[in-house]
């Protein structure tokens, strides 16, 4: 009788521990997901963060008369030579929406037209006048400040993603 309760004993003991690994293992695989996930998220934004400081920073260059031509919350339209041939080029910042969810889409419309496109869940833009104030005057403007917050899918109950934001005071303004 006593070999018979030890027996069920060691088999519950041993079904609870391999239970608990289980739910250790799975636990730390999702862990493990949402932080590659957030890492994702992470270095898309700051790439595309660099590009932007890399745009925005040649805003105006070699350009005479209007620099910007239009500007909104979610959209700005700029003339700069950003490949340094002395032609001045047509940059564009928009957002659209496609089945329901929001893009950022770059567009340089110069010798050569480029285009590209990514996810956001949130974009936003405004020119900054000199006392510092926001301003969508076009002839006010000596600043633009910028800022993106992306996401990534998850199964998790939060989402996972990162925020970026710059101020630039282009010389050429």
Do not use: H
């Not at 805003?59 to 340094?84: E, P, Q």
């Amino acid at each position: 009788m006593n070999q018979s309760l030890d027996l069920i004993g060691s088999y519950l003991l041993g079904g609870i521990v391999i239970l608990a690994l289980v739910g250790l293992t799975l636990s730390y695989n999702t862990k493990s997901q949402e932080t590659k996930l957030s890492e994702i998220a992470q270095y898309s934004t700051e790439e595309v963060g660099k590009i932007i400081e890399s745009d925005f920073e040649k805003l105006g260059y070699r350009v005479s008369g209007n620099k910007i031509i239009s500007i909104d919350t979610s959209s700005i339209t700029f003339m700069a030579d950003l490949d340094n041939n002395g032609t001045a080029d047509s940059v564009t910042y928009s957002t659209s929406t496609k089945n329901n969810k929001l893009y950022l889409t770059r567009r340089v419309a110069g010798t050569q037209a480029t285009s590209w496109q990514i996810p956001v869940k949130r974009f936003s833009i405004s020119g900054i006048d000199s006392s510092g104030a926001a301003t969508f005057n076009i002839l006010n403007i000596k600043g633009v400040s910028v800022s993106l917050t992306t996401n990534k899918e998850s199964s998790a109950k939060y989402e996972i993603g990162a925020f970026w934001q710059r101020k630039f005071y282009p010389k050429n303004l």
